[in-house]
């Protein structure tokens, strides 16, 4: 069926390098796609989004690519801090479905 | 402006038992949805109420139910607990207008609950 998946499970970085955390979609009819990040304890919280007419797009810090030919969806952080460390996970709806990747665990260190 | 509120934050019942969880959105927010987060499966929605009214379902069984206020508080119910209901129940609130197509979701810090 169809799903939302993370290429890695984990990923650590050293403070100050940029992260690349990639999430796998497999509906090609999916129009919107968000990056979430949780810490331990909290509730997800809000990073980016991106509609599917668009290639990429830009926050502070935070940067959505998205690949429609190989259904393929980044979340590029620069500058990584110790305060980035938390689980990041991918979402993409479609027909008023909303479905999550697994996550994956940023670890930065200092 | 006070975040989305999640009550309790844990909660211990057997099998069997029924449970009712409680979620106050965002002043002015109209879209309630409710999510299950376990290790094994990861984030999955449930459902989502606006205006009183469910508007979009995920795939649970009929086990799961909620409701909306009129004041856009949410209550979710899960009745005739199984050990694998053990998880984090998350809301979020949103807007409303575009809920899963182009509006930004406000999550709580969730209900830990343990099926014993």
């Known amino acids: 069926g169809e799903s939302v998946g993370l290429h890695l499970p984990t990923l650590s970085v050293q403070e100050g390098d940029n992260s690349i955390i990639n999430c796998a979609y497999s509906?090609?009819?999916?129009?919107?796609f968000i990056w979430y990040k949780q810490e331990s304890g909290k509730g997800p919280q809000f990073i980016i989004d991106?509609?599917?007419?668009?290639d990429k797009r830009q926050g502070q810090r935070v940067t959505v690519l998205l690949n429609k030919t190989v259904k393929h969806l980044s979340l590029q952080i620069a500058a990584t801090q110790p305060g980035d460390s938390a689980v990041y996970f991918c979402?993409?709806?479609?027909?008023?479905?909303?479905?999550f990747g697994a996550g994956t665990r940023l670890t930065v260190k200092p | 402006k006070a975040g989305v509120t999640q009550t309790p934050r844990y909660l211990i019942k057997t099998r069997g038992q029924q449970v009712t969880l409680s979620c106050s959105p965002i002043?002015?927010?109209?879209?309630v949805s409710w999510y299950q987060q376990t290790p094994g499966q990861g984030l999955q929605f449930l459902f989502e109420?606006?205006?009183?009214?469910?508007?979009n379902k995920g795939n649970f069984p009929g086990r799961f139910s909620g409701r909306q206020f009129s004041n856009s508080r949410s209550e979710m119910n899960v009745s005739t607990l199984e050990l694998g209901d053990s998880a984090l129940y998350l809301c979020?609130?949103?807007?409303?207008?575009?809920?899963?197509?182009?509006?930004?979701?406000?999550f709580g810090s969730g209900t830990q609950l343990s099926v014993l």
């Open positions: 979020a609130s949103s807007p409303g207008g575009a809920w899963a197509t182009n509006e930004k979701l406000f």
């Open positions: 509906n090609s009819a999916s129009d919107y």
């Open positions: 991106i509609r599917s007419n668009m």
């Open positions: 979402a993409e709806t479609h027909n008023n479905d909303m479905r």
């Open positions: 002043s002015g927010h109209r879209s």
């Open positions: 109420y606006y205006s009183e009214t469910q508007r």
